[in-house]
């Protein structure tokens, strides 16, 4: 049976670094609030046509995201 990311980051916990993580599609948006998250182990989409085709394509809410400070 194989891993997903989050298994494969649990597994080795603090000693995860950026270098040896697979990034998401956040990885190439200019976004410091975005780009912090492009490690995350969540197919995470920007605002934008594709997450809306995508949602309407498999009849899915959309969970938005507004930021923290």
Known sequence: MGYN???IMKKE???MTNSN???NRLIHEKS???LQHAYNPVN???WGEEALNKAKE??????LS????
């Open 5 to 7: 990311n989050f298994e």
């Open 32 to 34: 410091p609030y975005l």
């Open 66 to 69: 507004i930021g923290y400070s």
């Open 21 to 23: 993580r697979v990034p």
């Open 13 to 15: 916990g603090d000693n």
């Open 44 to 46: 995470w989409y920007p």
């Open 58 to 63: 498999e009849n899915k809410p959309i969970f």
